[in-house]
């Protein structure tokens, strides 16, 4: 079982950053890609970026390419951390942020994901 928890969420007006942090227990995220997904109020969650375990794998929502960044921290000892680093945030950026693992894959789609943190708000102001 992993245990997923998000972290950094807050404030900001536009143009701002942030960065997300998502702190894995109950096991190590070997082989386990990483995605960051977001759900916007009156909407229906939505990729945001992925990563696998490697790290030769990234992907991205056109809608933050350019502007966010997804890394991971996978030194032994430590507790095994996926980041995301979100610049330049717009408006439409607001959302509740959420982690997610999935065993063996990297993988768009949430369906696919096994694991799921308790979910960060951001909201960006105008």
């Known amino acids: 079982q992993v245990q997923l928890v998000e972290s950094g969420g807050g404030s900001v007006q536009a143009g701002g950053s942030l960065r997300l942090s998502c702190a894995a227990s109950?096991?190590?995220?070997?082989?386990?890609?990483m995605g960051w997904f977001r759900q916007a109020p009156g909407k229906e969650r939505e990729f945001v970026a992925a990563k696998s375990w490697s790290g030769g794998i990234t992907y991205y929502a056109d809608s933050v390419k350019g502007r966010f960044t997804i890394s991971r921290d996978n030194a032994k000892n430590t507790v095994n951390t996926v980041y995301l680093q979100m610049n330049s945030l717009k408006p439409e950026d607001t959302a509740v942020y959420y982690c997610?693992?999935?065993?063996?894959?990297?993988?768009?789609?949430?369906?696919?994901?096994?694991?799921w943190g308790q979910g960060t708000q951001v909201t960006v102001s105008s």
């Open positions: 997610a693992a999935q065993r063996f894959r990297t993988t768009m789609s949430e369906l696919e994901y096994d694991y």
């Open positions: 109950g096991r190590t995220l070997v082989r386990y890609g």
